[in-house]
């Protein structure tokens, strides 16, 4: 009886550990990840960034898939808070579906002039699953700062005196 105990409870820890937990959605394992990305200057998303300027054009969404079996993922890039724009309206939305053997989907969104300052939200869809949420700030470029060591007060040109020539 006192090696049955251990090992009944061996059992039982183990099944809770394996049955405990939910199934993961078969989405959820395609998502390999997904970021937001400025353009690299050569026309390529460029780094992560989850900050932008309003003159950031385009602004890339790249998504990396986890399996190569072809799916159809969709982007809508939410408007959340920006002035002018109702919350949750979808400013761009996009989709794609993968081909056999493709696990890399580029979105890429730009504004008619300039993006408008505020938050926003992309959604990305796997096969109409919601399946990852990003937020980001657009924000209007900060002015550059005219170093205060080179500083020099304008001179103002003195009045010339006329002459007077005296007889």
């Given at each position: 009886m006192r090696v049955l105990l251990p090992?009944?409870?061996?059992?039982?820890?183990?099944?809770a550990g394996v049955f405990g937990q939910p199934p993961e959605a078969a989405e959820m394992r395609v998502l390999e990840d997904m970021?937001?990305?400025?353009d690299d200057g050569?026309?390529?998303?460029?780094?992560?960034s989850a900050e932008f300027a309003?003159?950031?054009?385009?602004?890339y969404c790249v998504v990396l898939l986890g399996s190569a079996s072809p799916v159809t993922v969709r982007m809508n890039l939410v408007a959340v808070a920006v002035a002018g724009v109702k919350a949750e309206t979808k400013?761009?939305?996009?989709s794609y579906t993968t081909k056999d053997n493709q696990n890399r989907v580029n979105f890429s969104g730009r504004?008619?002039?300039l993006w408008i300052a505020?938050?926003?939200?992309a959604d990305i869809f796997i096969d109409n699953t919601l399946v990852k949420k990003m937020d980001s700030d657009i924000r209007k470029p900060a002015?550059?700062?005219?170093?205060a060591l080179g500083f020099q007060p304008k001179q103002t040109a003195r009045p010339k005196t006329a002459s007077v020539k005296r007889n």
């Open positions: 090992l009944l409870l061996a059992i039982f820890f183990t099944a970021y937001l990305a400025k050569s026309g390529k998303a460029g780094d992560a309003t003159t950031d054009i385009p602004i400013v761009v939305s996009t504004p008619d002039k505020g938050k926003y939200r002015v550059p700062l005219k170093s």
